[in-house]
């Protein structure tokens, strides 16, 4: 089945896609066990590595061989430092991204189960880096093929989709959460890839494939999909769905699995092209975010295009 949604041909833009949203930076805790409240836990190995909703979907969109754009803003300290120059390696242009003055970087802290893999999320985020509509840069954010934000700052976000679909690009949203404007962000988003618990909680349907039926009449995206972690996805296409199922790797870290997968998407339809089959985008995603869970860290573990082609062929990739 085709992907219903328009897509600027090769050449078209400066860049493939851009991504508007979170960057952080990540203080990785593995434990053996995860703490229960009260208890004191020994750490088996502490990292601190780049994160971030948006940036790590375009580290994902590089890597796997695709121009990509970063836009966002940074903290002026080292680990803002740290950030800026993680994305730069990965080829990831951050030229239209802002130094907050003052401002530390975003911080998440991660406790990883090393048995599963699981984690939990503690954040927190200077107020000098939070985007208003007005502090969107028009140019940039319609200087892709595809735009992608992610919905922490959901007026900031619709207001960038609207620029961007005004300059011809396609949008895609990564939705974790139900926050005050995100039915505005969302009426502006031709692909809507959403957590597994979001559709049940915006709409109050239980049953996920008919909360992804409601998603689609309320906001008429071409492709509506939630990540489903180890059982892969589940994607409403018209009136078909499309349920993918995951790759079994040896998931050492489940964190950015979500972020990858839409950078996966992003990359697997850049390659289809116009004709691209969603079928086979959502198998390409799902892979991506498979390979990356290999690895501590949101983004080390992130494939290249010739890891993920092997693990689409049934081989097991080595990681570089």
């Known amino acids: 089945m085709r992907l219903p949604v328009p897509l600027d041909p090769v050449g078209n833009k400066p860049f493939d896609a851009v991504g508007l949203g979170l960057n952080t930076t990540d ?52 680990n803002g430092r740290v950030g800026q120059a993680s994305l730069a390696a990965d080829g990831v ?38 985007l208003a509509p007005a502090d969107v840069p028009v140019e940039a954010v319609g200087s892709g093929r595809v735009l992608l934000v992610d919905c922490h700052e959901t007026a900031a976000a619709a207001a960038a989709a609207r620029h961007a679909r005004a ?37 109050g349907q239980a049953d996920l ?42 998931v050492v870290d489940t964190t950015g699995a979500g972020d990858v997968f839409r950078g996966g998407f992003i990359a697997g339809w850049l390659s289809g092209g116009a004709g691209a089959d969603v079928e086979d985008v959502l198998r390409y995603a799902n892979a991506v975010a498979a390979l990356k869970c290999r690895v501590l860290g949101a983004r080390a573990g992130i494939p290249t295009r010739a890891e993920v082609e092997a693990l689409l062929r049934g081989e097991t990739p080595r990681h570089r």
């Open 209 to 250: 494939g008919r909360a992804l039926q409601i998603l689609r009449a309320s906001f008429g995206a071409g492709v509506v999909c939630t990540t489903l972690g180890a059982e892969g996805s589940l994607a409403l296409v018209g009136g078909t769905e499309i349920r993918t199922p995951g790759f079994r790797v040896d």
């Open 27 to 78: 203080l990785l805790a593995v434990v053996a066990d995860h703490p229960a409240p009260g208890s004191k836990v020994p750490i088996v190995e502490l990292a601190s590595r780049p994160g971030g909703q948006a940036a790590s979907a375009m580290t994902a969109v590089s890597r796997l061989g695709w121009a990509a754009r970063y836009v966002g803003r940074f903290g002026d300290d080292e």
């Open 93 to 130: 242009d951050i030229s239209a991204c802002e130094i907050m003055p003052g401002a530390t970087n975003a911080l998440s802290v991660v406790v990883v189960d090393q048995c599963s893999g699981q984690r939990t999320v503690l954040w927190s985020r200077h107020p000098a880096l939070a």
């Open 167 to 203: 300059a011809g690009a396609a949008t895609v949203v990564d939705v974790e959460h139900v926050r005050p404007g995100v039915e505005e962000l969302l009426a502006e988003i031709d692909v809507i890839i959403t957590a597994q618990e979001f559709p049940t909680a915006l709409t």
